[in-house]
Structure formats: structure tokens, C-alpha cells
């Protein structure tokens, strides 16, 4: 199929200019000069470079508000769904706002069935919306409840509700061999060009040092990625002073786990030694601006680490600021707050822009080009510059557009792989609006089944945040 796009787009530094492009076969086979007046801006198919792939926001289910170490056990809320469901949704909303590439970080699998069958309603659910995704199996195997001994927080609470925690994450953890073995079998059952398998460990304070060895191993072995979460909350901070008096990436480097073949999320925490260890390995930095925010982690310090020579990309982590999986207002976002103060620039908006798509292709895997040339693949975003320009009061240039008012609302079209994946807000390949319809009924219909974890919530998270502030709340 021949597929013909005329329009503006943006050179290095930002300028406009107008271009015509021909695709065929899943890639661009030419890039010409344009004709003026065109009212679409294409750019490179975002990259969602961390993300968790979650049906519903968790807002939904009395998460909001609170920090990471009690937003992630309150997850339990939600029941199990259907995985082709629980995955469609996401994956839709994602390329809704132009995200043509999507890391899907396993940390909650759905179940019943084993994890390479699931991961192949995964694929199935990602091959129906089109996008490239990257499927990182998650492992842990410690620190269920929190970062430590979690007795005395189990003490502190009554009988009836420390039973239904204990029931719920009481239950032993698989060897970090098992884990290897089941990650090794969903790649074997699933990967391909389009749906590519990495290793997942959770972080470090849930991963032993035996297991992030032997991550670091097969990674090198197989020459499969490695995704994991890093530094994202002043608690994981304060765990890893304690714990790795070394500093926390050169831990990662000790064990071979910190190299060009690493994706770090969030990294909120991270100091310049740690930053300057990154650059230095060619890691990606998969930061997370509204998540950050959401779950009370902080601001990372992006630009820092932009200006270091770290590689940047850019993750919705299922939690982006109006809870809307909106890519263009995250790019916009990040870029305010990591862009620099007033004439004293860490990092243009057009090299962010380009190289959070460059990277985070990267990271999720995507050989296929990261660009707009000849030869590229053919992942491509319309913005309405119309819709933008509402005033049209004299010429803009496109950028100022950009980062000033856009939303996913403005992106016109999405192209993957060569084939039209979104029309005017319409993903194409399911019927987003039904999918969602039909979660949220299962969900009604299963919230009775969550009673004895909700009741005991209240003591369950007052407990959480005393054993925090006592054991982990000196930074």
C-alpha cells in the first residue's frame, strides 16, 4: 500500500518547512519538499517509553493522592480482567495521542492463564490497535509489602485486617531462576519485529543482587533489553544509601547491569554521581513527568542530566497529568519543567521533543529509524495546525503552537508501520469507547469480591506510612 502526506514538519532547530512524504512497505521511501500553506504538522510517531499498560486509572479505585509505596498496594482494588481488554484499552488510548511505540512494563498480570499465553493476548490486543510494543516481564523477589521487614508495620495493625494483607501478600515469591525461565519462554512465544520481549526487574529494593546479576547475565547473553523502575521516590533514595554505600548506579554497574542495553524510569532521586554513571554507559532515562507529580515523587532532575549527556525518553506511566494517556501534553509538560529558567536553556524544546522519540524508540526496541528520511520507518503523527491556530491573527511558527496549547485532541492522524491506526481521534483497530464500557462493568460487578481489603485500607495504610516515616523518612 502507497501512502502520500503533505504537510509542514520541523528542522533541527525548529523552523518549519513543508514536505512531502511517500510511503510504502512499512517505511518512507522518499521525503521531498512540500508545497507552502499545508494546515498539518507531521512529526515521528511518539514513543511511550515506561508504562504499565493498566485498564482503567487507579484514581477509579481510591488510589489517588497518595505516595508510590501506598499508591502501588492499593492496586489491589482492582480485580483481574480479561487480558485482551485490560491491554486494548490502553494500548488505544497510547496511540490516541500518537504514540506509535509503547513499553508495557508487566508488573500486574492479569491471569488466570500462564504468562506467555497471556502475553500473546497482549500482542494479539497490540496487533489490532498497531503499535510496536515493547514487553518487559517483571520480577521481583523481595520487599512485597515494603522496603524492609514489614513485622512491626503487620503488628501495628488490627487482627481482621492484617489477616486479608497477609492473604493477599503473604504469599512466597518465585526464585529469581523460575522468573528467568517464564521471561525466556514469553519471548520465545511472542516476540517478533513488532512485539519485542525484555527483562523487567521491579527496581532494586525488590530485586536481590543475585537476581539483577543474573538479569544482567542473560541480558548480555541474549542481547535482550533490560526495563526497570530507578530512584523514583525519596524512600528507594534513602533504601539504596543503606543499602549500596557504593551509590546506587555504580551498584547497577558492578553487576553488570548498567549498559546501553538498560532502560531506568523515573530516576527522580538520582544524584550527579549517578547521572554521570549513566551517561557514561549509554542508558536510556525514561523520565515521567506527571506520574512524578501524582504520586508525590518529586521533580527529576532532567535537565541535569540532559545537559550530562544522558539519553532522555519519555513514559505516560499510565498516570499522565489529566489521567488521559495525552502523550503531546506530556512532551509539553516535561519540557516546561526541565527546559531551563529563564534565558539559562538545559535543553531546547525541539531536541527534547526529537530526542525523547529518538530514545524512546530506542529503548522499546524499534530498529526501523527514528525519523522522517527516506528509509525510516514509516511511524508517523498529524497535528491539526487549524485547530491550533485558532486566532489566525499572523504567522506562527508551528513549535510556539506546539508547546504552547496542544492535546492528544489536535492530533489528526496516527500512522504505524505504514498503516492509518487513528482517524480524527478514532483508533480504528478496536471500538476504544466499548472496550471501556465493558471493563467498567466487570469491575462493578467484581468490586463486592475487594470488601475485606477495603475495610482494612484504612488501618493497612496508616501502618504503611508510620513504618516509612520511621525507618526511611530521613531524607
Known amino acids: 500500500m502507497t501512502l502520500v502526506l503533505d504537510g509542514m514538519t520541523l528542522d533541527a532547530r525548529g523552523a518549519s518547512y513543508p514536505v512531502r512524504l511517500l510511503m510504502e512497505g512499512g517505511r518512507i521511501a522518499s521525503a521531498m519538499p512540500g508545497q507552502a500553506g499545508a494546515d498539518r504538522l507531521i512529526l ?17 479505585f481510591g488510589a489517588a493522592n497518595k505516595p508510590l509505596e501506598s499508591w502501588l498496594l492499593r492496586l489491589a482494588a482492582m480485580t483481574r480482567q480479561e487480558p485482551y481488554l485490560a491491554a486494548a484499552a490502553p494500548l488505544a488510548r497510547a496511540a490516541r495521542s500518537g504514540c506509535t511505540s509503547i513499553m508495557v512494563h508487566y508488573t500486574r498480570a492479569q491471569g488466570p492463564m500462564p504468562l506467555p499465553d497471556e502475553a500473546r493476548e497482549v500482542a494479539r490486543a497490540a496487533g489490532d490497535v498497531g503499535v510496536q510494543v515493547a514487553f518487559a516481564v517483571a520480577m521481583r523477589d523481595m520487599n512485597p509489602l515494603v522496603y524492609g521487614d514489614p513485622a512491626p508495620m503487620l503488628a501495628a495493625m488490627p487482627t481482621a485486617a492484617r489477616a486479608a494483607i497477609e492473604a493477599i501478600y503473604g504469599q512466597p515469591l518465585m526464585s529469581f531462576k523460575e522468573q528467568l525461565s517464564i521471561a525466556d519462554a514469553v519471548a520465545e512465544a511472542t516476540g517478533n519485529p513488532r512485539f519485542s520481549v525484555q527483562y523487567g526487574p521491579n527496581g532494586m529494593q525488590w530485586c536481590s543482587r543475585a537476581m539483577l546479576e543474573a538479569i544482567a547475565e542473560a541480558s548480555e547473553n541474549t542481547g535482550r533489553r533490560v526495563h526497570m523502575h530507578f530512584l523514583e521516590t525519596k524512600y528507594q533514595r534513602a533504601w539504596a544509601d543503606r543499602h549500596c554505600p557504593q551509590g546506587a548506579a555504580r551498584y547497577l554497574k558492578e553487576i553488570g547491569l ?23 554507559s549509554g ?36 498516570a499522565a497529568f489529566d489521567e488521559d494517556d495525552d502523550m503531546v501534553r506530556e512532551i509539553r509538560l516535561g519540557a516546561f519543567l526541565h527546559g531551563g529558567w529563564g534565558y539559562d536553556t538545559h535543553v531546547s524544546r525541539e531536541d527534547y521533543l526529537f530526542e525523547a522519540i529518538r530514545n524512546g524508540r ?46 492528544r485532541t489536535h492530533v489528526a492522524r496516527v500512522i ?56 526511611l523518612g530521613c531524607c
Open 44 to 60: 515521528p510517531g511518539f514513543a511511550n517509553a515506561h508504562d504499565h499498560a493498566r485498564p482503567l486509572s487507579p484514581t477509579s
Open 258 to 280: 548498567l549498559s546501553e542495553r538498560l532502560t531506568l524510569a523515573h530516576c527522580v532521586w538520582a544524584n550527579e554521581d549517578d547521572l554521570a554513571l549513566i551517561a557514561e
Open 283 to 318: 542508558a536510556i532515562i525514561a523520565t515521567n513527568a506527571s506520574s512524578n507529580l501524582h504520586l508525590k515523587s518529586g521533580i527529576a532532575p532532567i535537565g541535569k542530566a540532559i545537559a550530562m549527556g544522558c539519553k532522555v525518553a519519555i513514559g505516560l506511566d499510565g
Open 362 to 407: 530506542l529503548a522499546n526496541g524499534a530498529l526501523n529509524g527514528t525519523g522522517l528520511a527516506a528509509g525510516d520507518g514509516a511511524d508517523i503523527v498529524e497535528i491539526d495546525l487549524t485547530a491550533l491556530d485558532t486566532d489566525t491573527v499572523m504567522p506562527i511558527e508551528p513549535i510556539d503552537y506546539l508547546f504552547a496549547r496542544a492535546n
Open 416 to 471: 504505524a508501520d505504514g498503516r492509518v491506526i487513528v482517524e480524527r481521534g478514532r483508533v480504528l483497530g478496536v471500538d476504544l469507547p466499548a472496550v471501556e464500557a465493558e471493563m467498567r462493568a466487570r469491575y462493578r460487578a467484581q468490586m463486592p469480591s475487594r470488601a475485606e481489603f477495603l475495610d482494612a485500607w484504612p488501618s493497612f495504610d496508616a501502618a504503611l506510612s508510620g513504618w516509612y516515616r520511621d525507618r
